[in-house]
């Protein structure tokens, strides 16, 4: 558990930013919930090494070395750790220990260095002739590893080797206490999924002192939802991973801090016997995940990766719990504790979890509980056109041991909505193991936007026989304006998509990878779009404005799409797209050659995505320029002038608006607004 500067500062760390993040975890309480390691990552040393071959600190953002910033922390209480990489260079091109490590080692020794982040960049595997990268990867580290143990210091060992197929969780045991599952997390739960994804099946490689790690705790960087949020600290809690958080510490909201500082989750991660949740289910992206702690109790996550509300429900003892009168289900975020007979159930909101700790008890541990009920919403249909109707089923379920009486159910929805209840909302007593569920048919606004989420709230009381007690669940029913005639359609993701149009205005919810993968790659075909057949002549400009776009990876965004058919298989010739992704950059991509290489233009780092973006596609034949504009279209910036393959775009084409969220496992939404081609 601990800090480091990565996500926040990059390599604009220092040693100021260091010693103000260590005592910010002593005076927030970060320390007293157990944090304990001050982490410094890539670029803190010298370009290069001094005469003696030793590493060397920046002069300028660490004047007097590693080890004065190492006192400092450990008169604190903390421990330090630093960065290495086991290549020539570091990923920032700076000196790697390959050919250094015991020296390097005795170095870190020497400052007072307790954890050592050990990268993979720039290693020469020239140097190893006929070794698979996996086995020369594995003999670097376990260079390292011998020379940080010969130096006779205590340093936690992380390696960082996931993106070559070396699999370190096969290996590292014997030689380092953690290791990356996965590839660099990005503040976006499209990647922590991936992430979580990429790691939750790994369970049977870690254990005490040998921990597998799904990279660094993004909350508080302001790019992810407080409920996203939540869930990534529940399932890092849930996977015993380290809790290594990647923010800004000064500034971080009281609701962060209190996030970081969950006790009871962070005893469900910290648990002495150190064993990682085993997933039970995970049947249409709705997990439970069971972890066996010390004292006989299980920790039980009910994860929600979709886009829509829904139950998610389990037994005790399919979660490996024994038969027992009764069970004690403590939420780990709300900390109500009720008693269950062996349902452990929530409706959980969409990219939200609900993290129980269950333990057995008998029947008269039981009476003195509230008895464990769930309130659900079932839609018939989870999304809709304006207009038109659908069946909500709204559900009280009584899973104690003791009956609740004098049930009230209700129902709301937003302006607009019409509502209309078909049967009795009152029941004087549902008995233990029944429920009680009401129909209403609920019919959405005619007018409004292309896309809305609308929150259909359904809420309970009722009586048991310790106290009178209400509970409220919300359903995010996601309304869509029809997309009329000329335009049509195309979805070639592997999920089904959907599509609004209204008054120039369009909205694509949708996954899939991209349309042209920005590396050297074949069209992969992977996205949605809303299009005008054969609208983009010889001579044409479409231009669109982006008003929000979320995706993940470089290729996933929303923007421009020309091809001659826009549903042609990925091998067809692909056109062009014009883009903005989520890295915050405009994207240019065509075919140059028609053969499987995929040219790309990456015209503006660091662009706000989430501000509006305008994009303007010109075509004159065969050749293309892209123009984007930051100010409504008063000023514009060339991305490139391109030519596509010879033979491809000779005539008409079709034009229109695609998104695609950059993961294949996650749905996001992207709008655009005045659409038009002339």
Not at 200 to 215: E, H, I, K, S, T
Not at 503 to 515: E, H, K, L, N, Y
Not at 645 to 660: E, I, L, M, N, T
Request: aromatic share 10%.
């Amino acid at each position: 558990m601990g800090w480091n500067d990565w996500y926040t500062a990059y390599c604009g760390v220092n040693a100021q930013l260091v010693e103000q993040s260590a005592q910010a975890m002593v005076n927030d309480g970060m320390k007293a919930a157990g944090y304990q390691y001050v982490n410094i990552d890539d670029c803190w040393m010298a370009p290069s090494r001094d005469s003696a071959g030793n590493l060397v600190a920046d002069p300028t953002r660490f004047p007097g070395g590693i080890k004065p910033v190492a006192d400092y922390v450990h008169s604190l209480g903390l421990k330090l750790g630093i960065y290495e990489d086991a290549g020539t260079t570091t990923c920032a091109h700076l000196p790697g220990s390959y050919g250094h490590e015991a020296q390097d080692a005795a170095s870190f020794a020497a400052w007072g260095v307790d954890y050592l982040k050990y990268d993979r960049c720039n290693i020469p595997f020239d140097q190893f002739p006929g070794q698979p990268e996996q086995q020369v990867q594995q003999t670097l580290a376990t260079r390292m590893s011998d020379a940080l143990k010969a130096t006779g210091r205590p340093i936690v060992f992380s390696i960082c080797t996931p993106d070559r197929g070396d699999d370190p969780w096969r290996w590292s045991a014997p030689i380092a206490n953690l290791w990356r599952t996965t590839t660099d997390i990005q503040d976006n739960f499209g990647s922590m999924l991936v992430n979580f994804e990429g790691t939750v099946n790994l369970f049977a490689d870690a254990g005490p002192g040998a921990w597998n790690d799904p990279d660094m705790l993004q909350i508080g960087n302001r790019g992810s939802t407080r409920l996203e949020y939540r869930t990534e600290f529940s399932l890092w809690a849930e996977m015993a991973a380290p809790l290594i958080a990647s923010t800004n510490l000064a500034a971080l909201s009281p609701g962060a801090l209190a996030m970081y500082e969950n006790t009871a989750v962070i005893a469900v991660d910290q648990d002495p016997w150190g064993k990682p949740g085993i997933p039970i289910s995970s049947t249409g992206g709705l997990w439970v995940l069971s972890k066996e702690l010390s004292g006989g109790d299980r920790s039980v996550v009910l994860f929600n990766s979709t886009v829509t509300a829904a139950t998610i429900a389990t037994s005790a003892t399919a979660v490996g719990l024994p038969a027992a009168g009764a069970y004690r289900l403590q939420d780990l975020w709300s900390n109500s504790v009720t008693a269950s007979r062996g349902a452990i159930s929530a409706f959980v909101p969409a990219h939200g979890v609900v993290m129980y700790r269950v333990s057995t008890i008998d029947r008269r541990q039981a009476r003195a509980l509230p008895p464990h009920t769930m309130l659900s919403l079932a839609p018939a249909a989870a999304q809709l056109f304006t207009g038109r109707s659908t069946i909500v089923r709204e559900t009280l379920t009584d899973d104690g041991p003791a009956p609740v009486k004098r049930v009230k159910l209700t129902f709301r929805a937003g302006r607009g909505w019409r509502i209309k209840r078909l049967g009795r909302a009152r029941v004087e007593r549902l008995a233990p193991g029944h429920r009680y569920t009401v129909a209403f048919r609920v019919t959405a606004p005619v007018a409004g936007p292309p896309f809305a989420l609308a929150a259909l709230s359904g809420g309970a009381s009722w009586d048991p026989v310790n106290g009178w007690r209400a509970t409220a669940a919300i359903l995010g029913e996601r309304v869509f304006a029809p997309v009329p005639p000329p335009y049509r359609t195309a979805d070639l993701t592997s999920q089904p998509a959907a599509f609004g149009a209204r008054d120039g205005a369009f909205a694509i919810s949708a996954r899939g990878t991209g349309v042209l993968q920005p590396w050297n790659a074949p069209p992969t075909g992977s996205y949605a779009a809303i299009y005008e057949p054969q609208r983009a002549g010889v001579s044409s400009t479409a231009q669109v404005t982006v008003t929000y776009d979320q995706a993940g990876g470089t290729a996933g965004g929303a923007g421009l799409i020309e091809r001659d058919a826009m549903t042609a298989p990925a091998a067809s010739p692909a056109g062009v797209v014009l883009f903005v992704n989520d890295a915050g950059t405009v994207v240019m991509s065509w075919n140059a050659t028609g053969a499987r290489n995929v040219d790309s233009r990456y015209a503006v780092q660091n662009a706000v995505v989430h501000e509006p973006v305008t994009l303007r596609l010109v075509r004159g034949g065969s050749t293309y320029t892209g123009y984007y504009s930051t100010d409504a279209g008063v000023t514009w910036s060339p991305v490139d002038t391109v030519t596509v393959a010879p033979g491809a775009s000779a005539g008409d084409q079709d034009v229109g608006v695609f998104h695609a969220s950059g993961l294949f496992t996650w749905t996001t939404t992207a709008t655009f607004k005045d659409f038009s081609v002339r």
